[in-house]
């Protein structure tokens, strides 16, 4: 499978971005998921979905700013970014595991990535 994210940019506090991450390839993951790196920091976890659907997850952090989707074709899953803060900047990734549900947010779980795209909001 490839992955293939875009869609970051600049943006003001309170501000909307929408990623996309585009899947080719055979997919043979359970979820995908996003992840965030800002400079000098971990990767941290950002959302997830079932790929069959019918389950989401979210961290804390952005629990009712950010939504996680995919598209009915299974070709993009997509991540809208509202009320964006400050403290949201970082390169975002895209991800596609096969593990259990309880380990979504470990990075190690993950064996497939994309490439990062670039958000940064401006205070």
């Known amino acids: 499978v490839q992955l293939q994210a875009s869609g970051g940019g600049l943006v003001q506090t309170g501000g909307s971005l929408s990623l996309s991450c585009a899947v080719s390839?055979?997919?043979?993951?359970?979820?995908m998921g996003w992840f965030r790196q800002a400079p000098g920091k971990e990767r941290e976890f950002v959302a997830a979905?079932?790929?069959?659907?019918?389950?989401?997850y979210y961290a804390d952090t952005v629990k009712g700013r950010f939504t996680i989707s995919r598209n009915n074709a299974k070709t993009l899953v997509s991540l809208q970014m509202n009320g964006l803060k400050p403290e949201d900047t970082a390169t975002y990734y895209c991800?596609?595991?096969?593990?259990?549900?309880?380990?979504?947010?470990?990075?190690?779980?993950?064996?497939?990535w994309g490439q990062g795209t670039l958000v940064t909001v401006s205070s």
């Open positions: 991800a596609s595991t096969n593990g259990i549900q309880s380990s979504l947010s470990d990075p190690r779980m993950y064996k497939s």
């Open positions: 979905i079932r790929w069959n659907g019918g389950f989401t």
């Open positions: 390839g055979r997919f043979s993951g359970t979820y």
